[in-house]
């Protein structure tokens, strides 16, 4: 099988109608512990998703894990939601549809490829919440704030736009992650 160049790769992505991607070098990633704080203390979906802290590697793991990789894409996408919890439907479809590329990208012959979801991962209703009692595990994907990424910095060097919300008038900005090789 031919490996796939980059060129070939972005009209894959293209195929599957993303248009808004950049690439980046994961070693520009920014892993940083207060990332990981902010899991634990702060975030109500800790313990409550299989595929968050704790169920996660340690900070240091996830930071050697992204250092396995030479490229990654990320995947823009903006919406505006009238209440939090509306943004749940959009997210999964969009999380089950990027796990489609992911699966083409690792059938092109890289075999390393690895999604990381661009909202926590809710395929199914009522996640246990225990990494061993996940009912999708082929499926299920963590997020990079769970790999304790700081996204905000690392989407900024690439050049997009990210802020902390005030309130859901405003059009939020999220961003998935697929690493290649
Ligand atoms: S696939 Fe389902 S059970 Fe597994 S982490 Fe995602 S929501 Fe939870």
Redesign the pocket.
């Known amino acids: 099988m031919t490996m796939m160049n980059r060129e070939n790769l972005e009209e894959l992505f293209r195929k599957h109608e993303y248009t808004d991607f950049k690439w980046i070098d994961p070693k520009e990633f920014v892993v940083a512990q207060w990332v990981r704080m902010k899991c634990m203390f702060g975030c109500d979906e800790y313990g409550r ?4 802290p704790p ?1 996660v590697p340690s900070v240091s793991e996830c930071e050697r894990f992204f250092r396995d990789y030479k490229d990654a894409v990320i995947f823009h996408f903006e919406k505006r939601v009238d209440k939090p919890e509306d943004r749940w439907d959009w997210t999964r479809e969009l999380n089950r549809k990027l796990l489609e590329l992911e699966r083409e990208v690792f059938c092109s012959g890289y075999e390393k490829a690895f999604l990381l979801f661009l909202d ?10 225990v ?1 061993s ?5 082929e ?3 963590p997020t990079p704030e769970s790999l304790a990424m700081d996204v905000f910095t690392t989407v900024r060097k690439v050049g997009y736009s990210i802020d902390v919300l005030s309130d859901y008038d405003q059009k939020m900005n999220r961003y998935a992650f697929l690493l290649i090789e």
């Open positions: 998703t299989a595929t968050c169920n926590s991962c809710n395929l199914c209703d009522g996640c246990p919440g990494r009692k996940c009912k999708e595990p499926q299920a994907r």
